[in-house]
């Protein structure tokens, strides 16, 4: 069964997939950026082959690779390693997840299969239940993202009665903007102790408030140094502080928002700060252009020098 005393928390990283210049996976560079995480950001938790990840856009055979990876350099320094194994073939999910629970994941999280789509709640549970119980041993988390899969089910209507039916269930990853939704998530289910893990990384500071136990995202490869300061500031109940540490994100992500914001340009924006090589996406998305990374490189300088004051920078100074 799967262990219930350890509860996903705080931040979890969405892990880019770097890749070469020939568009394979840059298995070199995996190790260094599990450091980078633990050592620059204070994030010890990954989401592994995600939106961020590219994880629809690998073959099953590089999916297995990529998880095996993190597993392995993740061993001793981070805290959890949750691997995504969500895929329109129930079949293929289930070879995934039983494939995690081997390379000893953490857990494993699963989207709405989004071409031929489950009708309702009963649907999507029979479905999550069928890969669950290829991974008994491993903690199941719904990944509720309805812009990018189209299934609309409401995740409050889909917790209720859920453990009854998929004894692994531990909670979700909520990435979508209805916060009555994630709001009736927590307040219906506080027995349970879910993991209810937001991720609109700009919006965070909401749903803390609203109770949300974590967040995964793309933002926390590079801003999670800052994105902690919040939840510290939240946890003294010190919500003026957080306030101006969830601003000053905001203000870093409304604009590269507004420039043309996805997984391309996630992976400039991280290889500017981290001075790691991403590499470009894989087809169909295009790399981000040069005038984008210009410009959210002098974004991030001048944000350095507004939200960091007298915190130097050395990532940012370096790229
Ligand atoms: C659609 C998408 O990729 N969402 C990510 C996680 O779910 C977020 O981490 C966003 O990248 C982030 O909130 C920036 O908009
Ligand atoms: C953001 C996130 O969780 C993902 O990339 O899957």
Redesign the pocket.
């Known amino acids: 069964m799967a262990s219930p005393k350890k509860k996903l928390q705080g931040l979890v990283a969405?892990t880019i997939t770097p890749m070469t210049e020939h568009g394979e996976i840059n298995f070199s560079v995996i190790g260094q950026y599990v450091d980078y995480l633990v050592e620059k950001q204070g994030v010890k938790n990954v989401f592994v082959n995600g939106?961020?990840g590219e994880g629809l856009s690998l073959s099953i055979s590089e999916r297995r690779q990529v998880a095996e990876e993190w597993v392995t350099k993740g061993r001793n320094k981070l805290d959890q390693v949750v691997i995504h194994v969500g895929a329109l073939s129930l079949k293929e999910s289930q070879e995934l997840a039983k494939h995690a629970a081997e390379i000893g994941a953490d857990g494993i999280a699963v989207i709405a299969p989004f071409f031929l789509k489950p009708r309702n709640k009963d649907d999507l549970t029979e479905f999550l239940k069928e890969v669950a119980a290829t991974a008994p041993g491993l903690p199941l988390y719904y990944y509720h993202?309805p812009?990018?899969t189209g299934v609309k089910i409401r995740a409050e209507e889909l917790l209720d009665g859920i453990q009854e039916k998929v004894p692994t269930f531990r909670g979700l990853?909520f990435?979508d903007t209805d916060l009555l939704d994630f709001g009736q998530c927590v307040d219906q289910h506080r027995q349970r102790h879910f993991a209810l893990l937001f991720?609109?990384?700009?919006q965070l500071l909401s749903a803390l408030v609203m109770g949300a136990t974590g967040a995964?995202?793309?933002?926390y490869n590079y801003l999670g140094e800052k994105t902690n300061q919040m939840l510290e500031a939240f946890e003294r109940k010190d919500l003026s502080s957080a306030l101006n540490h969830q601003f000053c994100i905001q203000r870093f992500?409304n604009f590269v928002?507004k420039l043309g914001?996805g997984?391309p340009q996630?992976k400039a924006v991280m290889t500017l700060v981290s001075g790691i090589p991403m590499g470009p996406p894989r087809l169909p998305l295009q790399r981000a252009s040069r005038e984008f990374i210009e410009k959210a490189e002098a974004k991030l300088k001048s944000l350095d020098f507004l939200c960091f004051p007298g915190l130097k920078n050395a990532n940012l100074e370096a790229s």
């Open positions: 969405a939106t961020t993202i812009s990018l990853k990435s991720g609109v990384d700009e995964v995202g793309s933002t992500i928002v914001f997984v996630t």
